[in-house]
T-cell receptor
Framework: GAGVSQSPSNKVTEKGKDVELRCDPISGHTALYWYRQSLGQGLEFLIYFQGNSAPDKSGLPSDRFSAERTGGSVSTLTIQRTQQEDSAVYLC???????????FGPGTRLLVL | DQQVKQNSPSLSVQEGRISILNCDYTNSMFDYFLWYKKYPAEGPTFLISISSIKDKNEDGRFTVFLNKSAKHLSLHIVPSQPGDSAVYFCAASSEGSNYKLTFGKGTLLTVNP
């Protein structure tokens, strides 16, 4: 497909477990973003990757959250020791330049029990 | 503290009429504003944007107006169509970190046939 893909689409986990969320950006897009949307809230910026530059991690809510982008393509968002407040839809987006009009994937709906 | 506010959680209009979605912001450093549309189970889709050097930007049925002194922007959809029914998010960014969007909570627009 031509769009941003994310997997899994849904994830249910128990409190305290680690989870990995995957994002496959559009081919050729150098910029990749992670956002999350908690219930009834707007999207919240988490992290931004641009080419080989150091990522902007300023939106990560705690040190339990980390993200990698391997080979300038696929990205993985890892949440360690999940908490119930981590329950949200995690959205990934990519774009060709510094512009903010990224193409979003469908998201991963995470539920922490 | 919410820096981008969409005070109307929902809006209902008749097909063919005008839809006006409103957004207020508090951060005077914001200089770029965007509107996204989101259907259920899909990621947000970029609709239209406006830079702070302009007060109006038009793209087909969609027009965004920016009132910097009031820190207010609005999205006009004319004429509204049933396919426009979705959640609309207002977002803003500032120079130097234009990839880092701050989103409102969204407004659910329903266009009735």
């Amino acid at each position: 497909g031509a769009g941003v893909s994310q997997s899994p689409s849904n994830k249910v986990t128990e409190k305290g477990k680690d989870v990995e969320l995957r994002c496959d950006p559009i081919s050729g897009h150098t910029a990749l973003y992670w956002y999350r949307q908690s219930l009834g809230q707007g999207l919240e910026f988490l992290i931004y990757f641009q080419g080989n530059s150091a990522p902007d991690k300023s939106g990560l809510p705690s040190d339990r959250f980390s993200a990698e982008r391997t080979g300038g393509s696929v990205s993985t968002l890892t949440i360690q020791r999940t908490q119930q407040e981590d329950s949200a839809v995690y959205l990934c987006a990519s774009s060709t330049t510094w512009t903010a009009e990224g193409y979003f994937g469908p998201g991963t709906r995470l539920l922490v029990l | 503290d919410q820096q981008v506010k969409q005070n109307s959680p929902s809006l209902s209009v008749q097909e063919g009429r005008i839809s006006i979605l409103n957004c207020d912001y508090t951060n005077s450093m914001f200089d770029y504003f965007l509107w996204y549309k989101k259907y259920p189970a899909e990621g947000p889709t970029f609709l239209i944007s406006i830079s702070s050097i302009k007060d109006k930007n038009e793209d087909g049925r969609f027009t965004v107006f920016l009132n910097k002194s009031a820190k207010h922007l609005s999205l006009h959809i004319v004429p509204s169509q049933p396919g426009d029914s979705a959640v609309y998010f207002c977002a803003a960014s500032s120079e130097g970190s234009n990839y880092k969007l701050t989103f409102g909570k969204g407004t659910l627009l329903t266009v009735n046939p």
